[in-house]
């Protein structure tokens, strides 16, 4: 391997200076090593630490129902699908569950997915292609965003949310061949809510095909945790919905729910469905538990939306008496379990980070890619493991790493 290389050097060298172009920028990211089942707290080496930065929002994944439910599908089962689901692996769990997942979100069909990101690449690319038009929400996640570069459809992004820029660009688009509108309904790193009332008028009016990604409302979000869908009323005027398994529910995977033609269509044309192996039984069998949960334990909903009103209140009174940087989402009337502090500059974004861990509370600095250059955030998910002393503890500590930021001076005292 000594000779690896590209024709301006060595390949190791490339790597190690694209890495300390990285580190230079504060862009540099490392895995931190999680020890325990995922919980309010954590161990983070010697540490116990408060975990403010996980999307185990009804906390879930160290339940006991649902590691029990994986052992008895494991030794019933076995560990593996042991194929792709075209092939062999389609198993009787993965029928099951899509019945299952059918009736949770009262719709005719759903498909599962190994993971979001291969039901976002799936989906988008083998929907349209070269000739059609997506129209993509500015903050949508990387994986619709991958979707749709693999799709080689034509890409519009309209500005976050603007329903007034989306009209214009399908007014601009009308002689195009199918047309996509693509959203998050719950914005992942923003905390903030799709208008899919608007969305939907609009793709009804333009003839487009809406699809919607609930990653982070599925489970917690609509009166029986169907998500914003279903919070809003619109759930049977949306074509494709794509849901996860691994944020809410505690385990892992996703799915698609659509009409009965659209999940032939994509068994057949999805390949990140076709060429991968079927989700394992273990797995299968916990998101059966899980969804009982998620029917049976509404306050684990109700819980965690008081937590985040609470929450927002202190979270928006410390940011303001020590910054002039912008929480989100911008109003209390749209507060969801995740909630930002946008400051801006990468560095300090990790300065607060650290300087939280070091008072035990554990909230990953987001940057970019993951968010636009220049809104460097602290993102704070709030779930149902939580109690009320863990937040008042979090906003404590929030308070005073703020303050130290500040009189370190790396965060000035700006109008925003
Ligand atoms: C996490 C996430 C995904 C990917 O889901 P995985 O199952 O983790 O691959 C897709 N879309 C959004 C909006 C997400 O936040």
């Not at 975990?51 to 052992?71: M, T, V």
């Not at 999940?263 to 060429?275: G, L, P, Q």
């Not at 273990?282 to 684990?300: C, H, M, N």
């Amino acid at each position: 391997m000594e000779h690896a290389g590209t024709q301006d050097g060595n390949l190791y060298e490339y790597a190690e200076n694209r890495l300390k172009d990285l580190s230079a920028k504060g862009l540099y990211r490392f895995l931190r090593i999680v020890d325990g089942p995922q919980g309010a707290k954590v161990r983070l080496g010697d540490q116990e630490v408060l975990l403010l930065c996980s999307n185990n929002y009804l906390g879930l994944a160290g339940h006991p129902k649902l590691a029990e439910a994986a052992a008895a599908a494991a030794w019933e089962f076995g560990c593996s699908a042991s194929a792709s689901r075209l092939i062999s692996g389609t198993m009787r769990l993965h029928e099951r569950l899509e019945r299952k997942l059918a009736d949770f979100m009262d719709r005719p069909d759903v498909l599962v997915f190994s993971s979001g990101y291969a039901a976002n690449v799936g989906c988008i690319s083998s929907l349209v292609g070269s000739g059609d038009v997506i129209l993509s929400d500015q903050l949508n996640h990387a994986s619709i965003i991958d979707g749709c570069r693999l799709s080689r459809a034509e890409v519009k992004i309209y500005r976050h949310g603007d329903m007034e820029h989306l009209e214009f660009l399908l007014e601009r688009t009308t002689g195009a061949g199918k047309r996509l509108i693509v959203t998050e309904t719950l914005f992942s790193m923003d905390g903030d809510m799709a208008p899919l009332v608007e969305l939907v008028k609009l793709a009804r009016r333009y003839r487009c095909i809406l699809m919607v990604d609930e990653a982070h409302a599925i489970g917690v979000q609509g009166p029986r945790g169907r998500g914003i869908a279903e919070m809003m009323g619109v759930e049977q005027d949306i074509d494709i919905v794509v849901g996860t398994m691994g944020k809410a529910l505690g385990c892992f995977g996703a799915f698609v729910a659509c009409p009965p033609v659209l999940r032939n269509y994509f068994i057949n044309h999805a390949r990140s469905f076709i060429f991968s192996t079927a989700l394992p039984p273990p797995v299968l069998g916990a998101v059966e538990a899980a969804l009982d949960i998620v029917a049976s334990e509404p306050e684990r909903r109700s819980h965690v939306a008081a937590l985040a009103a609470s929450f927002y209140k202190g979270f928006t009174r410390i940011a303001h008496a020590h910054t002039g940087c912008r929480v989100t989402p911008a109003t209390e009337s749209a507060v969801t379990q995740i909630q930002g502090l946008i400051l801006g500059e990468d560095r300090i974004a990790v300065a607060l980070s650290n300087a939280l861990l070091t008072r035990g509370v554990y909230v990953q600095a987001i940057r970019p890619p993951s968010v636009p250059a220049g809104t460097a955030r602290l993102r704070c998910s709030l779930t149902a493991a939580h109690t009320v002393t863990d937040i008042e503890y979090a906003l404590w500590a929030i308070d005073e790493a703020l303050k130290e930021v500040v009189a370190r001076r790396e965060l000035s005292v700006r109008a925003s």
